[in-house]
Structures are given as C-alpha cells and as structure tokens.
C-alpha cells in the first residue's frame, strides 16, 4: 500500500500563492511502482477534478483553468509539490494527492485551500 499525507493548505487572498505537499510513505516496492502522480480537487458541491499531474518519466498534464498559474513537482521519490501562483477564488477546494500503481489509486485525505476576493 501507499499513503499520502498532504500539508500546506490555508487562506489566502486572491493573487496570492501556496505551496501544498504530499509525503508518500509505503514499501520501496509499492512506491516504486507508482506510475503517476497528482492533484486533484473538489470545491463544495462540485465533481472532484484533475487539477495536475505527473507521470513517472517527468510528463506532465494540467487542466486548462491552472495552467500558466500552478506547477506540479516531484521533489523525490517520496514528496510531490504543487506551487500555486495568482490563486483565484474559484481555486477554492479540498486538495487532494493521488497516485496511480498497478494495483489501482490511493488517496490521501485532503487539504483545504480557500481564497479570499
């Protein structure tokens, strides 16, 4: 198994920045079969969503409402970082960290970011 912890959410006014990380932990087996990486988000009575992510040979995706303003990274095997820049009020949501193996998904648990007008 794997599990996901992830930090930094908080306010903040719009216009203003975040940087959310995830910690990986599992078996050095179970981590290194991890294919991808990424971010998720759901916003009070929406659809979780896709916000980025990463897959293991560096190739990333983004959805179209982030990109120019969010970068996912992998800091190490066991860290993925997404920095926020120029956040937005609609960027308001639980954050969540996934990542994808073979065996199927993992999830951490979330963390709140809420921006201000």
């Known amino acids: 198994q794997v599990q996901l912890v992830e930090s930094g959410g908080g306010l903040v006014q719009a216009g203003g920045s975040l940087r959310l990380s995830c910690a990986i932990s599992g078996s050095i087996f179970t981590i290194s079969s991890i294919n991808s990486v990424g971010w998720y988000r759901q916003a009070p009575g929406k659809q979780r969503e896709l916000v980025a992510a990463?897959?293991?040979?560096?190739?990333t995706n983004y959805a179209d409402s982030v990109k120019g303003r969010f970068t996912i990274s992998r800091d190490n095997a066991k860290t993925v970082s997404l920095q926020m820049n120029s956040l937005k009020p609609e960027d308001t949501a639980v954050y969540y960290c996934?990542?994808?193996?073979?065996?199927?998904?993992?999830w951490g648990k979330g963390t709140l970011v809420t921006v201000s007008s």
């Open positions: 996934n990542s994808r193996t073979g065996n199927g998904d993992y």
């Open positions: 990463m897959a293991s040979g560096g190739g």
